[in-house]
Every structure is written in structure tokens, then in C-alpha cells.
């Protein structure tokens, strides 16, 4: 079987003096948890680090230190986590470990969103959203949402089929999660797989600005006045204003309809038919929550969910285009489940194999490949490490995904390794061996919405079209919220004709 995860992880983080400054040492100093390893590099060199794909070298000191080191980065110091069962300890006791570096560097675009409130406004908040995500809601946004965006993509996708142009499948995906999370979350076209459009570049910029703030070393955006007048910072803040405006008026306009119509949620799995978002949904449950909170709350999804599905679709099918008898054999269980129609909710069950692809790549590529908490007290991880309230803490999902110590051939893609028959698989029955959705009480929301979504896609996707990578390609990977690539995926795309004449009105739903 060939060993397909080969994207060149030589990227911009290398510097031809990095490997020489960093100081390989074994530390073993004199504070309370001195059994740490600590991997001590100098602060240019993190801040460089910092910039690129900061997972890489988290791996390779992995090797070296074992599966907890410190790593001691200039001002800032991080405990990085490699091992499941500290990974276990630390995302289930919330109370002990808040999301810290995470709130600030995003706060300027989550506000009190869910994705980073903490204390009892996470918890009314996180009580008032999780019902919104129900199994009808789910059900309708197949049929509504993920068949008809996916659809579309490849309608989109035809000419380029038809003459052969390579596309760049990174950013069609990342166009195609994004409408679909603005349908699902507030019933809001972007239509970004069509046309550009002010707020689209604005989510685009607010996105990319929480990407660097995550990896710049001085948060000089802590200071109000510098942000008035440097440009990547007004930019920013404009692209915040444009976004937080058009979300507002759509609650405006969701909350009058709903007032005219004295709505109100009278079932559990409640659907309004007509417009079914979360947003409707969140308004028709008439919770107490200010419009400003709602924003925040709606945001948190919006971001949450677009990069990190896209990034998923690029990698699985990165990793299908690399590996031909995986490719057959998931082609193979769409076209006989599916039978050239689109997928139903209740198919997906039986997309096993297709699943098991997905949760394959997410091992490999995590999203985010690294999880932010600081301790807020002082506490004792398992294996009796110490650590003081204040520590920032790394879990490296991707060094626990790709630990020889925890998993069997580790960098090959085997979507066979998750057995079809067992559940799909999730951090409680790997025993947080696999967590691509974090785990305890502040896991993902949306992981049921986004592995459906991704089947979906995927599903229609190679039903309806043949793909290969673009030959001698450098696919570098890099990361912000998501692992992406440096220069995108492009990949030469042909239609597909299989057995079932999916234009043939008989055979279509
Ligand atoms: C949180 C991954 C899709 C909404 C998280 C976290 C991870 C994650 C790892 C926890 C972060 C942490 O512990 O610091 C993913 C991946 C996705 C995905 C890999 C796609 C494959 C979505 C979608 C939605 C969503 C589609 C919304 C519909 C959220 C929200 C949180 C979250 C609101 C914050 C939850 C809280 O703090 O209580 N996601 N996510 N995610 N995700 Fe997702």
C-alpha cells in the first residue's frame, strides 16, 4: 500500500540556522514539576516558528523529549502534551483549565461568543445552542443544504472538467463550506461558490487575522490606539464591523418575523419549515440573550465550522487522489449505496467506508492540529507532572495522532484501521486517542453537522467527477485555525460517467 501522507513539510518555519540556535536540552531545573523536559528555543527563532507550521516541530520534539516537554518560547511558555491520557485529564476538567491564549487572540471577532466565553456564560450559552444542532435539523440540512451546495460545486466545477484547467480544490471547498454554514446558521446566502462579495472577503480577513494573532509572539493588538493605526489592524477591525453588521440585520430581520408570527418552539426537534437556521431556531426558543450575544454566539459557529470542513474535504481528498484502491473501494460503496442518486440522511449510515475516510484524514490532519488551555489552578497531571496556575498548556492532537506509541503504522492512511461494524469512532471510545473534536465538556458542537456535511460532499463528489493532483506539486502544509496548504491543491478534474445515469430524471430522487 502506498504511504500517501508525503505533503513536503519542508515550509517557511525552516530557517538555515533554526535547528543549530535551539537548544537541545534536557533540562531539568529546580521549579515544582522539574521532571517537564524542557526544549528551550530562541525567541526569533519561535517567533518565526510561530508563523509557519508551529505542529511540525511540536512532533519532532515529541521524538526527542517524550510525550510531555516544556517548551520555553521567549516570554511565553508552554507545556505541550502528547500523551492521551494527560490529553484526557486536562479537556475534561474545564473548571480547572480555561481556553486563555485562544479568548485573546480571537476575542476581537468572537466578542462573549461561545467559542471562547468561559465560567457561567459559557455554560447558559452552550445550554441554549447544543438543542439548535437536533437530529431533525441535521436531517433537513442534508436534503436542503449540503446535497444543494454540493451540487452546485460540481455544476461549478464542470467547465473546468470539460477543458481541462487544474482548480484549486483547497479554495472551491473553502467557498462551499462557507455557504453552507451561512444557510445552516442563518438562513444567509453568500453564494461565495459564485461571486465575491464584501462581507465574503471581510470573513476572509477577520479569519486570517485570528490566524496571526494566534502566532504572533508580541500581542501588541492588546493595545487599542496601535490598532487605530496600523493597516493589518484597521483592516481588521473593518472587516469585524462589516461582518457583526450583516449578522445583526439578519437577526433584525429573523426577530421581526418571528414577533409578527408569535412563534414558538413546540417540539423538541422544532423545524420552522421555511427558514430552519439555527438562528430561527435560537430566536423562536425565546431564551433571555441580548441580540449582541446571539451575534457572538452565531459567529463562534460561523467560524468554527467553515475553514476547519473545508480544510477536512482537501486532505481526504488529497489523500484518496494519492491512494487508487482506497479511492475504488469508496467509489465503489457510494455507487452501491447511492445508486447515482444524492445522499438522504439515512444513507449515510452506509457510507461506512466513507466515513471511515474521513475520520482517516482527520487523524492525519487534525484541525486545529494544536489545543490552547491555561491552568487556573495549580494541579497534578497524570504521570504526577506538576503544573502551577497560570501554565499555558498545548495539547498537540496532531502528535497524539501520529504517536507510534499510539497508534500502529501512524503516518500511513488506513481508513481501514477504524473498524466498519463499531461506531464511528470519537475521544470516548479510543480513549482519547483520536480527538479531532476535543473531548469533555467544551468538545465541538458541531461534529455530527460537519462529519455529515463532509460525506455528503464527498459523496457527490465522487459520483459525479474523476480528479488528480496536479503532477510535482509542492503541497506544503501550514497552519492557523486549520492545517492548510502554502500554495493551494490544484487538482485536473474529468466528468465521470458511472454505471447510473445520474441526468436521467428516472434515477434522480
Ligand atoms: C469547538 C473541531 C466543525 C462549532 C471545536 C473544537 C474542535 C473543533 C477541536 C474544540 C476546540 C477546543 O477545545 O479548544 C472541529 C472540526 C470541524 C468542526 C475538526 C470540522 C470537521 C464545526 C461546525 C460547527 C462547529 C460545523 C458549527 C455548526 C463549534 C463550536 C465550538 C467548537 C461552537 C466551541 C464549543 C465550546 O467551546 O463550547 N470544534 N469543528 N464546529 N466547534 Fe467545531
Known sequence: KPKPTSPSKSTSWVSPNWLTSLTKSLTIGSNDDSRIPISSAQLEDVSELLGGALFLPLFKWMNEYGPIYRLAAGPRNFVVVSDPAIAKHVLRNYGKYAKGLVSEVSEFLFGSGLAIAEGSLWTVRRRAV??????????????????????RLVQKLQPFAFDGTAVNMEEKFSQLTLDVIGLSVFNYNFDSLTSDSPVIDAVYTALKEAELRSTDILPYWKIR?????????IKAEQAVTVIRRTVEE???????????????IDEEEYVNDADPSILRFLLASREEVSSMQLRDDLLSMLVAG???????????LYLLSKDSSTLLKAREEVDRVLKGRPPAYEDIKDLKFLTRCITESLRLYPHPPVLIRRAQVDDILPGNYKVKAGQDIMISVYNIHHSSQVWERAEEFVPERFDLESPVPNETNTD????PFSGGPRKCVGDQFALLEAIVALAIFLQRLNFELVPDQDISMTTGATIHTTNGMYMKLSERRSKFDISSPTSSK
Do not use: N
Request: aromatic fraction near 8%; hydrophobic fraction near 40%; glycine fraction near 4%.
Open 432 to 435: 482519547y486517542r483520536f480527538i
Open 306 to 316: 467553515h475553514e476547519t470542513t473545508g480544510s477536512v474535504l482537501t486532505w481526504t
Open 225 to 233: 490606539a496601535l490598532c487605530k493605526v496600523i493597516p493589518r489592524q
Open 130 to 151: 447544543v438543542p439548535s444542532l437536533h437530529k431533525k435539523y441535521l436531517s433537513v440540512m442534508v436534503d436542503r443544504v449540503f446535497c444543494k451546495c454540493a451540487e
Open 250 to 264: 439578519l437577526i433584525i430581520k429573523c426577530k421581526e418575523i418571528v414577533e409578527r408570527e408569535g412563534e414558538r
